[in-house]
């Protein structure tokens, strides 16, 4: 590490840390209002935590089956075989706050109409507000052909299901490198959780055949949804950039809708019809959408491109339900134009909670989310680009001295090295 580099070390990880650790002196309601937080996961954490803080009176009720929780922004690193599974395996307990009710059970129905949920027991719990923060669920029986018992096997791979199976994932990557052939990757055309990791798992295993000398002996195609890699231009601009420089072929248009895991076999949709890949090595990411709770209730958009996965509808600004005034949806499931990512988390908690506590006594919600979201985005061992940006697609870097679109080391470290300690740092409120 040169003397420029540590300087740039030192100054991301303080800021980084410095963001995750600072007292949090936010004004605070003494309503005694119901509230009931559906999920566990980062958001519904996050919300506890603040709720808990700045409302003391509230009655804050926590519903969800999950015991482990899983920082699913560390999923890559377990997919480059640089972090084991229990590396981003925790536990809620760990996490929940000290005077909130935790309920174990799944919820099995939303009833806005009624302020209810029902649990997988028959409970019925009321509330005064509703926090929606369950997460998505991953579709991969809509690939045909497809299963989550195939990743790991026969060339298949896919970072996203779990900690064990992204671990698998780089066995597969691994043995795809050793082997040769050709490795397909893309994304589907749903909305999904970070939409950079695709882009990572390919970068990934060009480098890694490159540092074993096997890069020849690998053929690299992505495979993209729509006619850009990346939703933001001037993303798009550079990755298709690095790509062309790596030899990594671009598909656009491209949809995965059926793979035959025996003869190696992959078919996609595309504008002029169906086409035929053989592959060695697929890294298949599953189509997304809401829970069949919140499909199966009143709570998800009626119309307009959010409406067939079941995205709970919000104004995106506030995260508030335009139907229901007193239900908001935080993290994967809001249905918003971007978010579904851990750094849109922690954008978002305390916007909902400051509104909710301005309500409370008698003010004006004044809190508002501008899209905020962040994308490490691996481009080898050892270098990412810090790419962060808001609804409109304009970068908003948080650092003037990581420029957005450079592979730097120091935008790496704070990816392996920071993100877990500030991501820790929002499930108590403190970020």
């Known amino acids: ?53 700045q409302m003391p009176q509230g009655a804050i009720t926590v519903i969800d089956e999950k015991t482990a929780h899983h920082f699913q922004p560390g999923f890559t690193l377990v997919g480059a075989g640089l972090w084991s599974p229990g590396d981003v395996t925790f536990r809620n307990a760990d996490f929940m706050p000290v005077g909130v009710d935790w309920i174990t059970e799944a919820v099995v129905e939303f009833d806005p109409d009624s302020n209810t949920v029902t649990t997988s027991s028959g409970r019925r719990v009321p509330y005064d507000f509703l926090f929606v923060a369950t997460g998505l669920a991953l579709d991969y029986e809509r690939i045909e052909g497809m299963d989550r018992s195939l990743i790991g096997t026969n060339g298949i791979a896919s970072i996203y299901a779990s900690p064990s199976e992204a671990a698998a994932s780089f066995r597969a990557i691994d043995a795809f490198v050793n082997q040769g052939g050709v490795g397909l990757f893309g994304r589907p ?102 829970p069949d709770a919140i499909m199966n209730s009143p709570l998800p958009w009626q119309q307009g491109p959010l409406a067939a996965d079941g995205w709970v509808e919000v104004e995106k600004a506030s995260l508030r339900h335009p139907r229901y005034a007193n239900v908001f949806a935080v993290g994967d499931i809001a249905g918003v134009p971007r978010g579904k990512t851990a750094a849109s988390v922690k954008w978002q908690v305390p916007v909902v909670v400051d509104n909710l506590v301005d309500e409370t006594s008698g003010k004006e919600p004044a809190a508002s989310y501008n899209g905020y979201t962040s994308c490490p985005m691996v481009t080898a061992y050892g270098k990412a680009m810090l790419i962060e940006f808001d609804y409109d697609g304009n970068l908003t870097p948080s650092f003037p001295f990581i420029s957005p679109l450079e592979e730097l080391w120091v935008s790496w470290l704070i990816e392996e090295k920071g993100l877990k300690g500030a991501y820790r740092a929002m499930l108590r409120g403190l970020a």
Not at 238 to 260: G, P, W
Not at 267 to 284: A, K, M, Q, S
């Open 1 to 53: 590490m040169n003397r420029r580099q540590f300087l740039l070390t030192g100054a991301a990880l303080a800021a980084v840390n410095g963001i995750a650790l600072s007292d949090v002196r936010a004004a605070t309601s003494s309503a005694k209002a119901r509230i009931v937080i559906a999920g566990a996961g980062a958001a519904g954490l996050a919300l506890a935590s603040r709720l808990r803080r």
């Open 189 to 290: 055309a749903s909305e999904m959780k970070c939409a950079g990791a695709p882009l990572k798992v390919t970068f990934i295993t060009d480098d890694l055949a490159r540092r074993k000398g096997r890069r020849s002996a690998i053929e690299l195609v992505y495979n993209a949804h729509n006619p850009t890699v990346f939703s933001v231009l001037p993303v798009h601009d550079r990755v298709t950039q690095m790509f062309t420089a790596r030899d990594i072929a671009v598909n656009f248009s491209h949809v995965l809708k059926a793979i035959d895991p025996g003869a190696k076999r992959a078919t996609y949709e595309t504008p002029d019809g169906v086409v035929t890949f053989d592959y060695d090595f697929i890294h298949v990411v599953p189509p997304m959408r809401a």
